[in-house]
């Protein structure tokens, strides 16, 4: 029982370099979220994608973009990372069509570091 | 805007009961969660109320009056296991999660 993978679980980043972060669920979600979580703040909602092929900007978008290509993976991408995208990053998903409510399913997360 | 106000730390004792509480403003409301989150570790659902009353699986309960904007979550004979943070979530009326920052429980022997 795979669930929400995330894919690298630690990367240490120079300013200005880009990467990739991989989120792949397996059970057929609709819904996939990235968020970030920083000490002594809630989680915030960088992206979300509501099905393959669509995505969205969410709480803090800047610096991040998104794709959702096939249903299963929501990639997350920094394009020229900055000390301030130091963060533990978290995707999520749910299943469900719109309006339906579920819980989230969390992968485990993948610490960050911009130096 | 909206807002979801929960308390930043609480201490309890091993056995005892705690009681967090959570309020929340929002647009439109679509039901409260509560998630379990221990340190360097992914949160994992503990409860989702929608009406207004107790919902109780096994220690922990949680309580929702959707008049008042609150929410509690009660956790009872505390073990040193449920030191952890836990995060109130509001669904609002475009489906999306407004978290709060969390409350981080610590539990002394």
């Known amino acids: 029982n795979a669930g929400v993978t995330q894919t690298p679980k630690f990367r240490v980043l120079k300013t200005g370099q880009s990467m990739t972060l991989l989120c792949a669920q397996d059970m057929n979600h609709e819904y996939m979220y990235w968020y970030r979580q920083d000490p002594g703040m809630g989680l915030r909602l960088i992206h979300y994608?509501?099905?393959?092929?669509?995505?969205a900007k969410g709480e803090v978008p800047d610096g991040y973009n998104v794709s959702r290509l096939k249903k299963q993976n929501f990639l997350l991408g920094l394009e020229s990372a900055a000390p301030s995208q130091t963060s533990v990053y978290f995707c999520?998903?749910?299943?469900?069509?719109?309006?339906?409510?579920?819980?989230?399913?969390f992968g485990e997360g993948s610490r960050l570091t911009v130096l | 805007g909206q807002n979801i106000d929960q308390p930043t730390e609480m201490t309890a004792t091993e056995g005892a009961i705690v009681q967090i509480n959570c309020t929340y403003q929002t647009s439109g409301f679509n039901g409260l969660f509560w998630y379990q989150q221990h340190a360097g570790e992914a949160p994992t659902f503990l409860s989702y109320n929608v009406l207004d009353g107790l919902e109780e699986k096994g220690r922990f309960s949680s309580f929702l009056s959707r008049s008042k904007g609150y929410s509690y979550l009660l956790l009872k004979e505390l073990q040193m296991k449920d030191s952890a943070s836990y995060l109130c979530?509001?669904?609002?009326?475009?489906?999306?999660?407004?978290w709060g920052a969390g409350t981080k429980l610590i539990i002394k022997p």
């Open positions: 979530a509001v669904m609002d009326s475009n489906y999306q999660l407004i």
């Open positions: 999520a998903s749910r299943p469900g069509l719109a309006g339906e409510v579920g819980e989230l399913f």
């Open positions: 994608s509501v099905g393959e092929g669509t995505t």
